[in-house]
């Protein structure tokens, strides 16, 4: 499996949306896991900048990864980013074959 960064910022409407955050955000996981169920997620972190929200997951392929950011976007996001991750100690190596 594949490392992948989510990042994430949502419409202002659901951002100002404090009273229900938790159950938006249980219905987005809801929506990754029956469409997605292959998806591992590592970790979430909410953040204090140009992006509101950051995940760490695994995921089989890129495609995979797309329809995680699309079914993020259709969850309320304006943005959502998925960016391949590769293990530091693995980069080396990669960095080492090409020396």
């Known amino acids: 499996m594949a490392t992948f960064i989510l990042m994430t910022k949502l419409a202002p409407e659901v951002a100002c949306d404090v009273k229900h955050r938790e159950a938006i955000g249980r219905k987005w ?8 169920p292959e998806v591992r997620f590592i970790s979430h972190y909410a953040l204090l900048g140009p ?4 995940d760490i997951y695994e995921a089989p392929s890129e495609e ?5 950011s699309m079914i993020t976007r259709s969850q309320g996001a304006v943005t959502a980013e998925s960016w391949t991750a590769i293990e530091y100690g693995r980069f ?3 960095m080492d074959d090409l020396c």
């Open 64 to 68: 995979v990864a797309t329809k995680v």
């Open 92 to 94: 080396l190596e990669l």
């Open 29 to 36: 996981k809801k929506a990754i896991a029956e469409k997605c």
């Open 51 to 54: 992006y509101d929200f950051l």
